[in-house]
T-cell receptor, first 118, second 111 residues
């Protein structure tokens, strides 16, 4: 178990540019989540995947945001035409959901990608 | 989804036991209670999870009364390194869900 890995750890970009973040979950985990966290606040849910299917999206996920998990393994989160308000820490988490039911396991988080918009 | 209420901050001294209480009056029958710890510039780390009564692991205990409308995270003999933000979450982990983190409780441990 190497943990959830996120890259890059920091990203600085100019307003209007596109950015893409990558998340590599724990290998046997079938669920993957994206969150956004601003200073002094708890993480806010953005979206989650069960394998390669995106099952739920928050209304926070505007049409400038898109997330993919093409092969059910790693995931990418892209923000197009970045705005000042997009500056935040973007967190990825993964968990193991039992297909046959029963208690699912807690989420394991990466250390995030900190996005700064100039 | 059940909303949670926690104290904004707490202070303690090294070696003391710390109890952080979380209120979740609208908890549903199939909801579990989970606590996470977060240090600056890191992602949240799972501490403990429970459904009812008492759960204990190597780092903490979780006390849940019979009505399940609140829960208490107990950290025995805290150290300076326990200074962090602690989040209480309530949710249905049996199916699709979206996790709601509140603002958490900022614990400051002093020497």
């Amino acid at each position: 178990d190497t943990g959830v890995s996120q890259n890059p750890r920091h990203k600085i970009t100019k307003r209007g540019q596109n950015v893409t973040f990558r998340c590599d979950p724990i290998s046997e985990h079938n669920r993957l989540y994206w969150y956004r966290q601003t200073l002094g606040q708890g993480p806010e849910f953005l979206t989650y995947f069960q394998n390669e299917a995106q099952l739920e999206k928050s209304r926070l996920l505007s049409d400038r945001f898109s997330a993919e998990r093409p092969k059910g393994s790693f995931s990418t989160l892209e923000i197009q035409r970045t705005e000042q308000g997009d500056s935040a820490m973007y967190l990825c988490a993964s968990s193991l959901a039992k297909e046959s039911g029963g208690l699912n396991q807690p989420q394991h988080f990466g250390d995030g990608t900190r996005l700064s918009i100039l | 989804l059940a909303k949670t209420t926690q104290p904004i901050s707490m202070d303690s001294y090294e070696g003391q036991e710390v109890n952080i209480t979380c209120s979740h009056n609208n908890i549903a029958t199939n909801d579990y209670i989970t606590w996470y710890q977060q240090f600056p510039s890191q992602g949240p780390r799972f501490i403990i999870q429970g459904y009812k009564t008492k759960v204990t692991n190597e780092v903490a205990s979780l006390f849940i009364p019979a009505d399940r409308k609140s829960s208490t995270l107990s950290l025995p003999r805290v150290s300076l390194s326990d200074t962090a933000v602690y989040y209480c979450l309530v949710g249905d982990y049996g199916g699709g869900f979206k996790t709601i983190f509140g603002a958490g409780t900022r614990l400051f441990v002093k020497a």
